[in-house]
């Protein structure tokens, strides 16, 4: 698979997933104003895939800072990832690895700038390369909530292309099916952006993984007919009292998995959970422009023209619906994540 994101001599190479499944296209970044644009325009999206695309922004945007005096060039570093930093405000990822990036200078300031630039590459690199074994440690940890045979329901894009690579709950499913299971996942489309239909699916299919595609409003039909196992979906944001913010839809599937005695996972890496943060209440929640939900793709219109548009990108689903979180770590339940994941 192409990866989501890659840097290379000096250019930030993007997967454009706004393009897929249709077009398979790379974007190059050659600036932070591209990569911030990226951002927020879903080029790269998906936490992870959002925190390892920041790093490196900085690293990029470091590189053009002309400056030899050190406190100088610091203060512009920041300025780059306030820039940064100011794209999307739910996923944690994207500030955990600013923050990263933003140690990496505070701990060089007595070398030479072009030394600092250079660690900041390192830096963003590593943040890379550990989230891939990040989600194959988790794979690894999860795959025995899979049996043979099982069918799972997941919503919105929590694979390969959300992260640096592999996945989190699409890490789960894939680790499950090189163990030599068969897996059959049914994918929520994921409205308004369907990133469940464009890429989601895409994935799977691409993986040789069986899938099948159904609206967000089947799910719960899909459920009385006795037809799903357990429930794996990513997350944007874990609160320190076990809340999960993911993407919108997200909340209503948990409801209804609980209703139907069906078991409910998220699969994050450690770097989406947020002890800070109390609970889910305190999450900021993105609102993006309406044309996501009055049109498909921006062109063909679906609503009067005009309509009013309320568009969180986010929900946050309460800890009680979820029966337990995937991390590196191991299975934690969300009553324990503070405990577990605190300093
Ligand atoms: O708006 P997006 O596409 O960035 O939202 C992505 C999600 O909500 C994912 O489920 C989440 O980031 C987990 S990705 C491993």
């Given at each position: 698979m192409i990866p989501t994101v890659e840097?290379?001599?000096?250019v930030i190479r993007l997967l454009d997933q706004s393009q897929l499944p249709g077009h398979t296209e790379l974007l190059e970044c050659k600036d932070v104003e591209a990569v911030t644009s990226a951002i927020q325009g879903l080029k790269v999206r998906g936490a992870p895939a959002i925190g390892v695309t920041a790093a490196m922004g900085v690293a990029l945007g470091a590189q053009s800072v002309f400056e030899t005096d050190v406190p100088t060039f610091e203060q512009k570093v920041l300025a780059i990832c306030d820039q940064l930093a100011a794209t999307r405000p739910t996923a944690v990822n994207l500030f955990w690895a600013i923050a990263r990036m933003k140690g990496v200078v505070r701990k060089n300031r007595d070398c030479p700038v072009s030394e600092i630039q250079a660690r900041l590459v390192q830096e963003a690199l590593a943040i890379q390369r550990e989230d891939i074994v990040t989600c194959k440690a988790m794979g690894q940890k999860g795959a025995?909530?899979?049996?043979?045979?099982?069918?799972?329901?997941?919503h919105c894009n929590a694979g390969a292309l959300a992260t640096a690579g592999y996945g989190t709950a699409l890490g789960v499913v894939r680790a499950a099916s090189e163990q030599g299971k068969k897996?059959?996942?049914?994918?929520?489309?994921?409205?308004?952006?369907l990133q469940g239909a464009r890429l989601t699916a895409w994935e799977l299919m691409e993986d040789g993984i069986p899938v099948t595609l159904i609206t967000d409003s089947m799910a719960g039909a899909v459920m009385q007919q006795g037809k799903i196992d357990l429930c794996v979906v990513g997350a944007d944001r874990i609160a320190a009292n076990g809340d999960v913010a993911n993407k919108i839809g997200t909340y209503a599937v948990a409801v209804l998995a609980k209703a139907h005695h069906i078991p409910f996972y998220v699969a994050a890496p450690s770097s989406t959970i947020d002890v800070s943060t109390p609970s889910g209440s305190a999450i900021p929640i993105e609102e993006r422009p309406g044309h996501e939900v009055t049109t498909i793709n921006g062109e063909a219109w679906i609503a009067p023209k005009g309509v009013a548009v309320f568009n969180p990108a986010f929900d946050v689903t309460p800890a009680e619906y979820i029966t337990g979180i995937?991390?590196?770590r191991g299975l934690v339940t969300p009553d324990r994540i503070a405990e577990t994941f605190k300093g």
């Open positions: 840097w290379k001599e000096g025995y909530l899979i049996k043979d045979g099982h069918n799972v329901l997941t897996v059959h996942v049914f994918v929520n489309e994921t409205r308004p952006v995937i991390t590196e």
